[in-house]
């Protein structure tokens, strides 16, 4: 596929598809020069701040109805769906009507986007924890901090880690676009700057590194953790 | 529980949600009146642009050709999802190619990176946004018809085939009806993606279309059409959802389990 890539770039003009040897130039400047890590750097800041926010609020808002029942459809009928279909372009434009260009407009935009992944996913594991489990908790003890701990949180384990991994996926893609539209630093930016000046190899760079990025981590991290979170559960088991 | 019990938590339920949700809009509302339009409209002025965005002529032009272009993308990212899955049942080489590089590299890559790479490509024109849509619905297509052939009755095949030699006749009789399940998880799927992403294709790549309208506004420090595109996305994704995507699946859930 390189080989072709290599041709293909010969064949045509640079600024419609450069070839690989530029694209790595590029690639190298980005992973290897302090103004390149510098903008890497605050793109994944970006996403680490707004999965965090995110995470929290989507707990509290997943775990209201189990402690309020009243709420159920408050959650489940109208913040979550409204939320899940307000477009994220729509967020960061008046992200930065509200709050100007800059970290503030791409973190906030991106963790209101966030927000339905980490609430559908937990919600899912809400509605799956096991009533007779909680009856017997309540039971032994009238400690409901205690049943939070023991019971509520270990059987959400296993759907923490999906919103995660899927709100992972999700939120390079989201910070890119908050970033190119709103931002002042990180990699969408970057990708704004080479759109004016027509720098594909640039796009290019930039697009490749995301793909690495996000396989290496989830390989790394996420892959490894799941490893960990099954042996840990077939080891309770035992 | 006893009815009666459940009956006044779903009101109360009801009564909380529909509390939240007014709530919600006063305070918009107050919030608005002493905020200029141009930080916060009120709702007032957003559902009429709203429901301008759907009657006038000049404007539902836009949201008509969102809508054509989503359905199309849908429509093309199935077909040609459909075709690379069963490609890869052909052999266990292609299907390699197709789960460890193709997928990986397409989900991975981002809507803005193909947005402006088919405005390079392309120019401003439905073909580039249509093309940013496909990119990045072809994964989630692929990965569900894949999982489908992949659940496929061996036994069954095996049967049709000591029937048959018709390879042809196996395929529309057997392996279609027996993916329809998978083909509509990717429906579903595909077309919630693709209104999420549809503003974005049409941001750069576009010469209509409410990303466009959308863009225009903002430049404009018109925020009252930024939100009304907003909730006119969100309208439309309902409609289409309730009114096609809905009986599609039905029917086909009827049509399977006809005798």
């Not at chain 1, 293909?8 to 302090?34: M, R, S």
């Not at chain 2, 007032?44 to 009657?55: A, G, P």
């Not at chain 2, 590299?105 to 392309?122: K, M």
């Not at chain 2, 489908?148 to 009755?153: A, I, K, V």
Request: charged share 15%; glycine share 6%; aromatic share 10%.
């Amino acid at each position: 596929m390189l080989i072709v890539w290599f041709f293909a770039a010969q064949a045509l003009p640079p600024y419609q598809l450069p070839g690989p040897i530029k694209v790595g130039d590029k690639l190298a400047w980005l992973v290897a020069t302090p103004a390149g890590l510098w903008h890497v750097a605050a793109s994944i800041f970006h996403v680490a701040a707004a999965m965090l926010a995110s995470f929290v609020l989507g707990f509290f808002v997943a775990l209201l109805p189990l402690y309020l029942p009243v709420a159920v459809i408050m959650v489940d009928g109208r913040f979550t769906p409204f939320v899940n279909s307000f477009p994220g372009i729509g967020w960061t434009m008046l992200a930065i009507v509200w709050l100007g260009i800059g970290t503030n407009t791409v973190v906030f935009s991106v963790t209101i986007i966030l927000l339905p992944f980490m609430i559908i996913n937990l919600r899912e594991g809400v509605r799956a924890l096991d009533r007779e489990l909680m009856e017997m908790a309540g039971s032994f003890s009238r400690s409901r901090a205690r049943a939070f701990r023991l019971i509520i949180l270990p059987s959400l384990f296993p759907f923490m880690f999906s919103a995660m991994r899927v709100s992972f996926g999700v939120s390079w893609k989201v910070t890119l676009t908050a970033e190119l539209l709103g931002g002042t630093t990180g990699l969408g930016y970057l990708m704004n700057v080479a759109r004016q000046e027509l720098d594909t190899a640039q796009i290019f760079a930039v697009m490749l590194l995301i793909v690495l990025l996000v396989y290496a981590i989830n390989r790394l991290l996420f892959d490894t953790a799941q490893r960990h979170l099954q042996l840990g559960r077939v080891g309770a088991a035992s | 529980m006893t009815a009666r019990a459940r009956r006044s938590g779903w009101l109360g339920q009801h009564a909380a949600a529909e509390g939240l949700v007014m709530l919600a809009v006063l305070g918009w509302w107050w919030m608005s009146n002493s905020l200029s339009a141009m930080v916060l409209p009120s709702p007032v002025s957003v559902l009429k642009r709203t429901f301008d965005l759907f009657v006038d002529p000049e404007l539902s032009r836009h949201a008509l050709v969102t809508f054509l272009r989503v359905a199309g993308s849908v429509f093309i990212s199935l077909v040609v999802g459909l075709a690379l899955a069963l490609l890869a049942r052909r052999a266990q080489w292609i299907d390699a190619i197709v789960r460890d590089r193709i997928l990986v590299a397409l989900n991975a890559l981002p809507s803005v990176g193909w947005a402006i790479l088919a405005l390079i490509w392309f120019k401003a024109s439905t073909l580039s946004v249509m093309f940013v849509q496909v990119m990045i619905l072809l994964p989630f297509a692929v990965t569900n018809f894949m999982e489908g052939l992949r659940n496929l009755d061996a036994e069954v095949v095996e049967m049709a085939h000591s029937f048959t030699r018709r390879r042809r006749a196996v395929f529309a009789k057997i392996t279609l009806p027996m993916m329809l399940p998978y083909g509509v998880a990717a429906l579903r799927t595909s077309y919630g993606i693709c209104w999420k992403i549809a503003l974005v294709a049409e941001l750069f790549g576009a010469q209509s279309g409410l990303g466009q309208l959308m863009l225009r506004a903002q430049a404009a420090a018109d925020a009252t059409t930024v939100l009304a595109t907003c909730f006119a996305i969100v309208v439309l994704f309902a409609a289409g959802q309730k009114l096609v995507i809905d009986p599609i699946a039905r029917a086909m859930r009827a049509d399977l389990h006809q005798p």
